[in-house]
């Protein structure tokens, strides 16, 4: 006999500890005290992490995750490798695994790679128990829960006496990385998808534990996945295009930092996403844009993903667009010139550096023969070697062309280098003492500001040449 207590969640397990999996447990935990939530991966590793007693070891820095981790930890909040436990006591399943661009097969390069999610399912298929609410999570392709369902339906329990029914529900995550955790606790939304009324009401209950009900939106599947692909191509849209326009700004003599503000105030535009960069990162903007336009296509709508797809064209170009002018100020070559790169993760208060800007800047420039000094608070150098494909130096005075060493004295490494780029707008970055910087570079000596760090004062009365997004002409 199936049981199934209405409405009442007493285990979750969550499939995936990693960005979005780890602190989205966090805060349930956080918030729903008297439930148990086991967050399970198939990574050793990244468990080790999880409840790793030095809370600096935990695999994904976020503000304040580490503060809910040391107090949840081993109370309500359990990280593991034992899934197959975990899935079976569970009355709720979130998937959070990942989905990247699929590398290669039909649609490399647009499509979603559903395998995480599917050997997950089928995991699930095997091991649940009674009745179990399955909730998509990860942002996955419209469509994704009639798979789902499918392989829950097609594919047999180990246990051949136990009984059990599923009910699959689309609520995806809309955190922002660096800001996860408040956006975890105050949500714009909480989207869920389904047509399952009690698997619905269940998961309310526990959202209403903290958000306000108002905020909680109900829809059908498709409109939940398709949500979340639609609002991170819409965010991506006004990034590329506030970057289409500051390169306009450089030419003209505007001033990109004015035409954001005074277009923000018409309330039908919003301030908010106005600031241009050396192009988006994050695992997300890309890897949605390119799944929607996979869809359009996939239903003949050409034209809309030729619509979509350019956001992308343009956002690799501004990337392009800045190794060049970087080459072309320092008189055109690069060659054995010390240049210290501040930042390295796709956007500040996190260690994440998938699809960073950054990475593409430093292979150009190492790729012109550069010598490059990279700084930034919370990525390993490991991680740097593993997405520059290229070994770390150990020497700062190696002579080799197109080489790179990860530093932590910003003032040491700027000492007779020609040039600081600054990719990402880490705090840390304003309060440098930009004047004794700079005084120590060697002359001709730049700084290209890719995201407007450094305040009017920082560059007053100095003896370097400044490059600033968006702001036209050399001061
Ligand atoms: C994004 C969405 O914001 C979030 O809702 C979704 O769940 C996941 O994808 P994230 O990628 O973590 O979140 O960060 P976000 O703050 O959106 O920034 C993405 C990229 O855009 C970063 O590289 C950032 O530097 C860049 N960006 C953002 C700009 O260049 N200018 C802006 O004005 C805002
Ligand atoms: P996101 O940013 O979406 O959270 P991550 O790559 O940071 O993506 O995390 C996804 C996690 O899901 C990884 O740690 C990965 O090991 C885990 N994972 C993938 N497939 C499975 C699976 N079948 N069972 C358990 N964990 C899985």
């Not at 695994?97 to 995480?116: C, H, Q, R, Y």
């Not at 419209?142 to 699959?168: G, P, Q």
């Not at 535009?269 to 890897?287: D, E, N, T, V, Y």
């Not at 359009?296 to 034209?303: A, F, H, K, P």
Request: charged residues 25%.
């Amino acid at each position: 006999m199936v049981s199934k207590e209405k409405y009442v969640v007493k285990k979750i397990c969550c499939i995936g500890a990693g960005y979005v999996g780890g602190p989205s447990m966090a805060v349930m935990a956080e918030k729903c005290l008297d439930i148990n939530i086991t967050v399970v991966d198939i990574s050793e590793e990244r468990i080790k992490r999880w409840n790793d007693k030095n809370i600096d070891n935990l695999p994904v820095y976020e503000p304040e995750l580490a503060e809910i981790i040391l107090q949840r930890r081993n109370k309500n909040l359990f990280f593991t490798t034992n899934i197959k436990d975990s899935i079976k006591e569970a009355d709720m399943i979130f998937i959070s695994v990942n989905t990247p661009t699929k590398l290669e097969g039909f649609g490399a390069g647009f499509a979603s790679d559903l395998t995480w999610v599917e050997s997950s399912v089928r995991e699930i298929a095997k091991y649940a128990n009674g009745h179990t609410i399955i909730i998509e999570k990860s942002t996955v392709p419209v469509k994704t829960a009639k798979i789902i369902k499918t392989l829950l339906n097609s594919n047999k329990s180990e246990d051949s006496n136990c009984e059990r029914t599923f009910s699959v529900l689309s609520s995806p995550e809309f955190l922002a990385e660096g800001s996860a955790i408040k956006d975890l606790r105050f949500p714009d939304r909480i989207l869920i998808g389904g047509d399952d009324l009690d698997g619905i009401e269940s998961l309310k209950i526990l959202y209403k534990k903290w958000i306000p009900e108002e905020k909680i939106l109900v829809t059908n599947l498709w409109s939940s996945e398709l949500s979340k692909l639609v609002a991170n191509a819409f965010l991506a849209q006004r990034i590329s295009s506030i970057n289409s326009i500051s390169a306009l700004c450089e030419v003209t003599g505007a001033k990109v930092n004015e035409i954001s503000n005074s277009i923000g105030t018409d309330n039908r535009i919003g301030s908010k996403f106005l600031k241009p960069g050396p192009a988006f990162g994050g695992s997300c903007f890309q890897k949605d844009l390119l799944n929607l336009v996979y869809l359009c296509r996939y239903y003949g709508l050409e034209e809309v993903a030729n619509y979509w797809e350019n956001i992308i064209t343009l956002n690799n170009w501004q990337r392009k667009r800045i190794s060049k002018l970087i080459v072309e100020k320092l008189f055109n070559t690069v060659s054995l010139k010390k240049i210290v790169i501040l930042g390295f993760s796709y956007k500040p208060n996190t260690n994440d550096t998938r699809e960073s800007a950054a990475i593409y800047i430093c292979q150009d420039l190492i790729s012109n023969g550069a010598k490059l000094l990279i700084h930034d608070p919370q990525v390993s150098p490991i991680q740097i070697e593993e997405d520059l494909g290229i070994r770390q130096s150990n020497n700062i005075h190696d002579e080799r062309k197109g080489s790179w060493m990860f530093i932590e004295d910003i003032k040491n490494a700027a000492n007779q280098s020609d040039a600081i780029v600054i990719l990402t707008e880490w705090e840390f970055y304003r309060q440098l003492d930009w004047r004794s910087i700079t005084n120590i570079m060697r002359k001709p000596s730049w700084i290209f500001d890719s995201r407007s760090v450094l305040k009017p004062e920082d560059k007053k009365n100095t003896q370097v040449n400044y490059w600033e997004i968006g702001q036209g002409y050399d001061i």
